[in-house]
């Protein structure tokens, strides 16, 4: 075990009593695909509650890729408040960060990523938020850069490729 695992085990224990309050968002049970349509359904109110969750760490995407990596063999530290954008995953010695975005939260830019439609009501709303958020992680993702970190960055909707996924973390840590 490397000197991290406490720490991680630690975040993961909080992550199970948060995400157990919110069983109605359980994403781990249900195909990622189906979000966006129930979405368009939802009253404004309860959408700015799914999404301020979505947009909280710890979620179920994350949580993944944290149980994959960490079963890779691979060690981190969770969302060092001293680096910009307080990466999801950090790989200090590596000197390499992994977010875990959120399609819709974070703008997905894939024109194929159905989880980055944006709704159809309140848009106005929506949008400038949105692409708002998407600034802000490319400037952090940016100043990571230029700090000397190597960034990679991991989409809801390429999650489930689980084989695939484990490639991509393994060249990236690797290398
Ligand atoms: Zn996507």
Same mark, same amino acid.
């Given at each position: 075990m490397g000197k991290d695992s406490?720490?991680?085990?630690?975040?993961?224990?909080a992550a199970v009593v948060k995400e157990s309050a919110l069983a109605e968002? %359980?994403?781990?049970? =249900?195909? /990622?695909?189906?979000?966006?349509?129930?979405?368009?359904?939802?009253?404004?109110?309860a959408r700015?509650?799914?999404?301020?969750?979505?947009?909280?760490?710890?979620?179920?995407?994350?949580?993944k890729i944290r149980r994959l990596v960490h079963g890779m063999g691979y060690r981190y530290r969770?969302?060092?408040?001293d680096l910009p954008g307080k990466p999801d995953l950090v790989f200090s010695s590596r000197r390499k960060v992994i977010?875990?975005?959120?399609?819709?939260?974070h703008r997905h830019?894939?024109? %194929?990523?159905?989880? =980055?439609? /944006?709704?159809?009501?309140?848009?106005?709303?929506?949008?400038?938020?949105?692409?708002?958020?998407?600034?802000?992680?490319?400037?952090?993702q940016k100043q990571l850069v230029e700090d000397g970190w190597r960034v990679l960055v991991l989409w809801e909707?390429?999650?489930?490729?689980?084989s695939g996924l484990e490639q991509r973390l393994r060249s990236f840590l690797d290398d």
């Open positions: 406490g720490e991680c085990e630690v975040e993961t224990g968002y %359980r994403i781990d049970s =249900a195909p /990622l695909v189906d979000i966006p349509r129930r979405t368009d359904t939802l009253t404004s109110a700015s509650e799914r999404m301020s969750r979505i947009h909280g760490k710890d979620t179920q995407p994350e949580m969770l969302h060092r408040r977010f875990v975005h959120g399609c819709f939260w830019p894939d024109a %194929r990523c159905k989880l =980055a439609r /944006l709704p159809k009501s309140r848009l106005d709303f929506w949008q400038p938020k949105l692409e708002n958020n998407r600034a802000r992680d490319l400037e952090k909707c390429e999650l489930r490729d689980a």
